[in-house]
């Protein structure tokens, strides 16, 4: 549990991170910058991470089937293209408002999504009241910022 805490804490300190070189690459085509990312974030970084961590990773693979592993993929094209959305949004109407619409998105989606499809009856308890409380807080916040990300042009 200790290693799963501190790759979620680099995790999020490189997602905070991230975006700072951009600024300073104005010779390089967004395109590019994209692919580096892609290839280190999701190809390299990933597959070192894998061997390091998954005793037999190919044998993982062919235990888990290919459908499962046709799904994943597709997930995983999903969010590729979700990627891409959101670097030419970056580019069209900035980081600030970017950041503050794909966090307070993400924020409903992946607290309420699996929530309804794996455990509905939670809803009723105090886990659903907890993030009702929590979404009730985090929308107005997520609004603000959006408003005061687009006001500063």
């Given at each position: 549990m200790f290693i799963g805490l501190l790759l979620a804490i680099l995790s999020g300190v490189c997602f905070g991170v991230c975006f700072v070189p951009v600024r300073y690459m104005n010779k390089f085509a967004w395109e590019n910058i994209w692919f580096i990312y892609s290839l280190f974030g999701v190809?390299?970084?990933?597959?070192?991470?894998?061997?390091?961590?998954?005793?037999?990773?190919?044998?993982?693979?062919?235990?888990?089937?290919?459908?499962m592993?046709?799904?994943v993929i597709a997930a995983g094209l999903l969010s590729g293209a979700g990627v891409v959305m959101?670097?030419?949004?970056?580019?069209r109407i900035g980081m600030a408002l970017v950041n503050a619409l794909g966090n307070g998105i993400s924020l409903l989606l992946g607290a309420f999504v699996p929530l309804l499809i794996q455990h509905r009856e939670a809803i009723r308890g105090p886990l659903g009241l907890s993030l009702l409380l929590g979404l009730a807080f985090a929308v107005p916040g997520v609004v603000i910022c959006a408003i005061a990300a687009s006001e500063r042009d």
């Open positions: 190809a390299i970084f990933t597959l070192l991470l894998g061997w390091v961590t998954i005793p037999s990773m190919l044998g993982l693979y062919r235990e888990i089937g290919w459908r592993n046709l799904l959101y670097g030419l949004a970056l580019v």
